[in-house]
C-alpha cells in the first residue's frame, strides 16, 4: 500500500512540477507577447485534447524516471512515449497541414470559377446532414454545395449529378446524402429540373454506378468534391473509364498569405480537435488510395 501510495504523489509530483513549467511559460510568454496569446495558447492547454496532451506527457516522464518503481517497468514506458509520441503527431496543426497540402496540392491554383462551360457536375455526397431540429444543413464540407450554386448561377453548368446512398446500420436518419445535396441545392436557387440523383454508398460505388451511366457519353463532365478528396475521387473516376474535370472545394490547407506568428507556431503544436479530425481525413484518403477504394 505504502509503495503504491508513493508511487501516486511520485506521479502528482511530476504532473505538478510540469504544470508549473507550462504556466512559467505562459507568464514569460505574457511578457513578450499580448494577453490575447496567453490566453489562446492556454485555452488550448486546458481543453480536453490539451489536458490529455499534458497527463501522457507526465505519465511518459513518471516511468521513465522510476521504472524500479513501477510494476509496469521499461515496457510501460516506452508504451506510454509511444502513445504520446502518435497523439502528440495526429493533433498537431503542421502535420495536419502537411498532410492536406501534399493531397491538395495539385489544385492550389484552380479557380472553378473560371472554368469553360460544363455540360453536366457530379457533386459527392458528404456535404450535408440532418440536423436534430430535422432541418438538412451543410456540415463541414458543405462548400461542395456552395461552389455547385455558385457554378450554375455563374452558368458554367446548368445539370448536376447529386451522389450518396446512406447505409442503415450506420445512419440512423432515413435521408440519403443525394437528397441531402438536392434539398440544399435547391434552397440555394438551383431549380429541380436541374439536378439528378445517383446512387452509391462509398466513393467506390458512387464513381462505379456513375461509370455505367456515363461512360460512352461525350459530354464534358465535371467531379465536384473536397479538395483533400478529389486525388482519390479522381483516380476511381479514371479508373471507371470517366474523364472529368476536378473542381475542388472546402480546402484544408490555410491561406498562408503572411508569416506565422510565435502564438500561432505555439498553438498549432499543442493537439486539437481540428488537427486530429484533419489527420484522420486525411489517413482515411491515403488507405483509400493504398487499397484502391
Known sequence: MSMTTNRHSSWFRTLLILCA???????????????????????????????L?????????????QPKLSHVGQP??????????????????FVADWLTKKLEADYLTTDPMK?????????????GGLGANGRLQGNR???????????????????????????????????????TSRDILLKLGVPD??????????????????????????????????????????????RNGLHPIPIPADFYTAANTEPLTTGQILESMIPNSFAISVTCACAKEYLGILLGR
Not at 33 to 48: F, N, W
Not at 150 to 171: D, E, V
Not at 210 to 228: D, F, M, Y
Open 76 to 93: 510501460g514506458a516506452i508504451a506510454a512515449t509511444f502513445c504520446f509520441l502518435i497523439y502528440s503527431v495526429a493533433g498537431n496543426g
Open 115 to 127: 472554368e469553360p462551360p460544363m455540360d453536366t457536375v457530379i457533386v459527392l455526397g458528404g456535404g
Open 53 to 65: 496532451w499534458i497527463l501522457m506527457l507526465a505519465l511518459s516522464i513518471q516511468l521513465w524516471r
Open 141 to 179: 464540407s458543405g462548400d461542395r454545395m456552395i461552389l455547385a450554386a455558385q457554378l450554375y448561377h455563374q452558368k458554367i453548368t446548368q445539370q448536376f449529378i447529386c451522389t450518396g446512398q446512406r447505409i442503415p446500420s450506420m445512419n440512423l436518419s432515413s435521408v440519403d446524402p443525394a437528397e
Open 21 to 51: 513549467l507550462l504556466g512559467a511559460g505562459l507568464l514569460a510568454l505574457g511578457i513578450v507577447q499580448d494577453r490575447s496569446v496567453v490566453e489562446k495558447i492556454g485555452t488550448a492547454l486546458v481543453m480536453p485534447t490539451g489536458v
Open 193 to 238: 429540373s436541374a439536378i439528378q440523383i445517383s446512387e452509391g454508398r462509398n466513393t467506390y460505388e458512387e464513381l462505379r454506378v456513375l461509370s455505367e451511366r456515363l461512360r460512352n457519353s461525350e459530354q464534358r463532365i465535371g467531379l465536384l468534391t473536397s479538395a483533400w478528396h478529389l486525388p482519390r475521387a479522381m483516380r476511381l473516376a479514371e
